[in-house]
């Protein structure tokens, strides 16, 4: 019990006078080609966002398909990670700690998880809908057959799942 503090000093990024930052020791160079990585990733994923966004709601027969509708909610999920997810990388890459306030940093994470989760789900959604089309066309059975196809899988991978689970905390 003698020390029972912990050392919370690189949370703060603290540093003394004698020590080596990770910024201390970064090239000019190294900094110029992050920066313009940086900015090629967010114009290329925001500019490609935008238009999928775009093509799809302009045009009518577009927005008729369930996967086109999947692929806008990816693309808006994806534009939220790009608009709120590399301005953090950035921060974190410079080493100065969070600097846009409480607010912003509860703001902040609670958008890039929620767009993370919508991206997860919708690539699930857009798998289950091609499984089930498949069933439909390859297979071909019809639609209520297909779902409770895709329902009995879903159910044994379900319960396997549980069991590996259940059997590895045991």
């Not at 369930?66 to 909610?73: E, G, S």
């Not at 974190?92 to 767009?115: D, T």
Request: hydrophobic share 55%; net charge negative; aromatic share 8%.
């Amino acid at each position: 019990m003698e020390n029972d503090s912990i050392n919370v000093d690189f949370l703060y990024n603290i540093s003394n006078a004698n020590e080596t930052t990770a910024i201390d020791n970064v090239t000019p160079f190294e900094i110029v080609a992050f920066s313009v990585m940086f900015f090629v990733v967010g114009l290329v994923g925001v500019t490609g966002n935008i238009t999928v966004i775009y093509i799809v709601i302009s045009d009518v027969k577009m927005r008729m398909s369930m996967t086109n509708i999947l692929i806008v909610n990816l693309a808006v999920s994806d534009l939220c990670i790009l608009l709120f997810g590399i301005p953090e990388i950035v921060q974190f890459m410079l080493n100065r700690g969070w600097l846009m306030g409480l607010e912003m940093c509860k703001i902040q994470r609670s958008v890039l998880v929620a767009a993370l989760y919508t991206s997860v789900m919708t690539l699930l959604a857009l798998c289950v809908e091609r499984l089930v089309l498949l069933f439909i066309f390859i297979l071909n059975i019809s639609l209520p057959h297909a779902i409770l196809c895709l329902e009995t899988y879903m159910t044994i991978i379900s319960i396997l799942t549980v069991m590996c689970d259940v059997f590895r905390n045991q």
